[in-house]
Nanobody, 119 residues
C-alpha cells in the first residue's frame, strides 16, 4: 500500500511562516498529482493547493500569494511553504496524492498535521 506522512506543523504567531512536508512511501509505480487540504474545527475539509507531476500549480484564493506548493519527484515529497500566516489558517493540514498501483490510480491521504496560528 501507499503511506503519506506529513510533518512540519506547529504553533506560530500571525505573520510567521511554516513549511509542511509530505513523503509518500510504499509499493507504487508513480505518484501523480499531489495536494494539500485543511480542516478547521467545526468546518468541512477544504482544498488549499495542488501540483501536477509536471509542477503545474493551483491555489485556493484564500492562500494565493502567501502559500507555495512544490515537489521533489525523486523523493516522492510535496511541500507547502506558508508565509504571512493568519489565525484563520489554523487547521489540520492533510496531504493528498494520486498513486499509480497495478496500472490503476488511487487517491491516498495522510494523517494530518496541526497548524495553529496565534494572534
Amino acid at each position: 500500500q501507499v503511506q503519506l506522512v506529513e510533518s512540519g506543523g506547529g504553533l506560530v504567531q500571525a505573520g510567521g511562516s511554516l513549511r509542511l512536508s509530505c513523503v509518500a512511501s510504499g509499493r507504487f509505480f508513480r505518484i501523480n498529482a499531489m495536494g494539500w487540504y485543511r480542516q478547521a474545527p467545526g468546518k468541512q475539509r477544504e482544498w488549499v493547493a495542488h501540483i501536477t507531476r509536471g509542477a503545474s500549480t493551483s491555489y485556493a484564493e484564500s492562500v494565493k500569494g502567501r502559500f507555495t506548493i512544490s515537489r521533489d519527484n525523486a523523493k516522492n515529497t510535496v511541500y507547502l511553504q506558508m508565509n504571512s500566516l493568519k489565525p484563520e489558517d489554523t487547521a489540520v493540514y492533510y496531504c493528498n496524492a494520486g498513486a499509480v498501483v497495478s496500472l490503476q490510480e488511487y487517491a491516498y491521504w495522510g494523517q494530518g498535521t496541526q497548524v495553529t496560528v496565534s494572534s
